[in-house]
């Protein structure tokens, strides 16, 4: 059974730390990851990860795949009280036709 | 700027309504999801659809039934809302080939009272 696991579920931090998120998978057919942050709305897309080893970067954030562990990072530095929302990763198979995702994981920045 | 439309950001219905969601894409794609969002349970699939009057379930089929007539627009039906329905719902869209992003609509936020 395809499924992604996002650990952790919830983190609490203070503003200017580091945080990595985690994302492991499990699906047939793997054609990208996703990573979206969700704030009180629709989740926004952040990175999409098709390549082992690539980095992908957006200012403060950064991502990257292991294809062969089957698993993704997501990494915020010096994080900000804006960081705080939900971040949810997913995974596409070839056909497009699947998209699964993890329950997420909250994170919270305290200033 | 490509979109995914939902009818409706806010909703409140009665216990054995007949509730209507819609959903548009203009961006041609092929597949379509519904997904409703609950605390702690992260988004969970009801159905999605891979081309106009195909439909397949997904995790959480029960109590809800769809529609895609035409290739841009997929509806979720809730046949007879009850209580346990409250939620947000959030539409999807991929394309079949190339890529891309799946892309969100901006969700429902459907309360049944």
């Known amino acids: 059974e395809d499924k992604v696991v996002q650990s952790p579920l919830s983190l609490v931090v203070h503003e200017g730390d580091t945080v990595t998120l985690n994302c492991s998978y499990e699906v047939t057919n793997f054609r990208s990851l996703l990573w979206y942050k969700q704030e009180k709305k629709a989740p926004t897309f952040l990175f999409m990860l098709?390549?082992?080893?690539i980095e992908k970067k957006s200012g403060r954030l950064s991502s990257i795949l292991d294809k062969k562990e089957l698993f993704s990072i997501l990494n915020i530095t010096a994080t900000q009280t804006g960081d705080s929302a939900i971040y949810l990763c997913?995974?596409?198979?070839?056909?497009?036709?699947?998209?699964?995702f993890g329950k997420g994981t909250t994170l919270s920045v305290s200033s | 700027d490509v979109k995914v439309t939902q009818s409706s950001r806010y909703l409140v219905k009665r216990t054995g309504e007949k509730v209507f969601l819609e959903c548009v894409q203009d961006?041609?794609?092929?597949?379509m999801f519904w997904y409703r969002q609950d605390p702690g349970l992260g988004l969970r699939l009801i159905y999605f659809s891979y081309d106009v009057k195909m439909k397949e379930k997904g995790d959480i089929p029960e109590g809800y039934s769809v529609s895609r007539e035409k290739k841009e627009r997929f509806s979720l039906i809730l046949e007879s809302a009850s209580t346990n329905q409250t939620s947000m719902y959030l539409c999807?869209?991929?394309?079949?080939?190339?890529?891309?992003?799946?892309?969100f609509g901006q969700g429902t936020r459907l309360t049944v009272v």
């Open positions: 999807a869209s991929s394309s079949g080939l190339g890529n891309t992003e799946a892309f």
């Open positions: 961006m041609d794609h092929e597949n």
């Open positions: 098709t390549s082992s080893g």
């Open positions: 997913a995974v596409l198979n070839q056909a497009g036709t699947a998209l699964i």
